[in-house]
């Protein structure tokens, strides 16, 4: 998660391990250090808490400026999920974001850090090679360089426009980075792989509160996008080709694989079957990002 950007002469006190920090991470009125130590605060107070105290952060914000309503609607998910659904992803959490500073390395255009975790995910279980994901972080940049790129893939006009505006666009955000895995999707079947999950050492990302640290520009830009998932009834789609328990965050970016023309109903659904194959395979009780991103990695060719 992205920490505050505050002005680099004043310090404030973190409230689980007293350390100063010239970059808390804010939480209802209260500042942290890190994620490890938001970690401690979230495991005392259990999620259903931690929630509320998103929230109320979120409506604080609101009142001195502009804050992404989205990110708002993401968080409502998480409060209407099942308790068995938040404790996987709660686990796994570790995992997926373990080899974000692996693809950031190769990064070459600003990133949304939620577009960069969903990718980080796709190696969490270590059965899709870096390579793959770097193939996917590729044809994202392109699409943010290269707004011809766009015209040749991206199937709403509406949403060809956007990505066409003068000026460029500021970075890959999670509808780019959903677009960009569709068209390498070139072997979405299901195939069982060797899973090799390491085992969890270290803080996890916490990133409720990313949007609201992100360039009001380059979000405004991320929520024009993403609003074409909803204007081209994308989620009503694919809610119809779902057979087990899916993480709601889950089905909107699974929903946004359809704003690329080359997305067929059948490579979509052989897509699915993957990621509830590969939920299977860990005995997990529903799909979240860590599952569908795998199911994209698997299917780079």
């Keep these: 998660m992205s920490n505050s950007a505050t002005d680099n002469q004043n310090t404030n006190t973190c409230v689980i391990c007293g350390n100063q920090t010239r970059y808390p991470i804010e939480l209802n009125d209260k500042m942290y250090c890190s994620s490890g130590c938001i970690s401690k605060y979230r495991a005392e107070v259990g999620e259903r808490q931690f929630e509320k105290d998103s929230l109320a952060t979120f409506e604080k914000k609101r009142d001195s400026g502009w804050i992404p309503e989205r990110a708002l609607m993401y968080i409502n998910m998480c409060q209407r999920c099942s308790k068995d659904l938040k404790t996987m992803c709660k686990s796994n959490q570790y995992v997926s974001g373990l080899n974000r500073e692996a693809l950031r390395n190769h990064e070459t255009v600003p990133w949304c850090c939620h577009a960069r975790f969903n990718l980080s995910s796709s190696l969490s279980d270590g059965t899709v090679p870096l390579e793959s994901a770097l193939k996917i972080q590729a044809m994202a940049e392109q699409l943010v360089k290269d707004h011809t790129k766009s015209l040749e893939i991206v199937k709403p006009e509406s949403l060809r426009k956007k990505m066409a505006k003068a000026g460029g666009l500021k970075g890959v955000t999670t509808t780019i ?125």
Excluded at 201 to 211: P, R, S, W
Aim: net charge negative; aromatic share 4%; hydrophobic share 35%.
């Design 177 to 301: 980075i959903d677009i960009a895995a569709a068209e390498m999707a070139a072997r979405p079947e299901y195939k069982k792989e060797e899973d090799k999950t390491p085992k969890e050492d270290g803080d996890i990302m916490i990133h409720y509160a990313a949007c609201l640290e992100c360039d009001p520009v380059f979000g405004a830009e991320c929520e024009e996008q993403a609003v074409e998932k909803d204007l081209n009834k994308c989620v009503d789609e694919v809610s119809k080709m779902t057979h087990s328990l899916w993480c709601e965050h889950t089905q909107q970016a699974l929903s946004a694989l359809l704003l690329n023309k080359n997305m067929t109903p059948e490579k979509l659904q052989s897509l699915i079957n993957s990621a509830e194959e590969i939920a299977k395979e860990k005995n997990d009780p529903g799909i979240n990002t860590r599952h569908l991103f795998i199911a994209l990695g698997r299917a780079v060719e």
